[in-house]
């Protein structure tokens, strides 16, 4: 390719676009300033939107252990207050503690009196004379 000499307006116009033409849709030194600080503001917003979303799934999270813990407590019979005392992060952890917890908190029932009530009268007699005349309990 030779070297032609531009001689005429039109010529160099055409030239003129043509170059201008390679260089469409990149961005001028003018807008580059605009441009860093629109990337600058949408990457600081993602991070909020990330953290938010971390701080979020770590919440729910933390219901859902809660409901699964109130589930388990519910049907393995044991109290409401003790519900969060349940260790564990899967269902059948839950389970296995709650019937630990259980047998720990199961409420039994007293023994059987094998006195009379006559030897109990005859008991608190007999001490609460010593005690008057200062003998021995």
Request: proline share 2%; aromatic share 6%; with cysteine.
């Amino acid at each position: 390719m030779d070297f032609e000499p531009i001689t005429t307006q039109e010529k160099l116009d055409e030239l003129l676009a043509a170059e201008r033409a390679k260089f469409e849709g990149y961005a001028s030194p003018e807008n580059v300033a605009e441009y860093e600080k629109r990337i600058k503001t949408l990457t600081d917003k993602a991070a909020k939107l990330e953290k938010t979303n971390a701080e979020l799934d770590s919440a729910n999270k933390a219901h859902e252990l809660n409901a699964l813990k109130n589930k388990v407590a519910r049907e393995s019979g044991l109290r409401y207050e003790l519900a969060d005392r349940l260790s564990g992060t899967t269902e059948e952890e839950l389970r296995a503690d709650a019937k630990k917890l259980c047998e720990y908190t199961a409420v039994t029932a007293p023994l059987k009196s094998t006195e009379s009530s006559a030897d109990k009268l005859s008991a608190a007699m007999q001490r609460g004379a010593a005690a008057m005349f200062g003998g021995e309990e």
